[in-house]
């Protein structure tokens, strides 16, 4: 093929030149894997605390953003869905941060890994020592029933849910699941 080429005349010996460079620079990377992904599922919305009702700054201990993938829940179940790999019950911010205290509202962005989370609420340490006799709910991702009942969150793969709306009301707590 490179002799016939070079008996070419040379308008004619531009063409084929011409035609690889052309085939060279319209090639892409071919089969390579999509770039990573960003996205997180979970789900976010935001927390609306009931304007006079927060406790003293003596019964505040904690206050976190609970998802639990177990309902109903029993004083055993509570601590081991946190303490257990996995968990089964996940806390927002983190265990050792805090909603922060005495706000109106707080938008908040609950990153989680994919699953069916059949409680959701607010739950406030109300004493120093960490057992189920110093927490209780004081708010929950639910319907106004009464008595009021949770609504399950799913999170997929492909979901950040949006619009987990919890209303938080330290004076009139909704029932206790433990």
């Known amino acids: 093929m490179i002799a ?3 008996t ?6 531009r063409l084929p030149i011409a035609a690889i460079t052309l085939l060279l620079l319209s090639c892409d990377h071919g089969l390579a894997p999509p770039p990573p992904s960003t996205f997180k599922p ?3 919305g935001t927390v ?5 009702t927060w406790p003293g700054p003596d019964s505040l201990v904690g206050l976190w953003i609970f998802a639990s993938q177990e309902y109903p829940l029993d004083s055993v179940k509570v601590l081991q869905g946190l303490l257990s790999s996995p968990p089964k019950i996940f806390l ?3 265990f050792t941060e805090n909603l922060p205290f005495s706000v109106d509202s707080v938008s908040y962005s609950f990153l989680l890994p994919p699953s069916t989370y059949y409680y959701v609420g607010v739950i406030q340490q109300f004493a120093p020592e960490l057992s189920t006799r110093s927490l ?3 708010g929950m991702y639910g ?3 009464v008595p009021p009942l949770p609504i399950p969150v799913v999170v997929t793969e492909t979901d950040f849910v949006k619009g987990i709306n919890i209303r938080v009301n330290f004076r009139k707590p909704p ?3 433990f």
């Open 4 to 6: 016939a080429i070079a």
């Open 8 to 13: 070419l005349p040379l308008k004619m010996k």
């Open 42 to 44: 979970g789900f976010g």
């Open 48 to 52: 609306y605390f009931e304007k006079g």
């Open 92 to 94: 927002y911010p983190s």
């Open 136 to 138: 209780r709910v004081v």
């Open 143 to 145: 319907q106004s029933d």
């Open 175 to 177: 029932p206790q699941p």
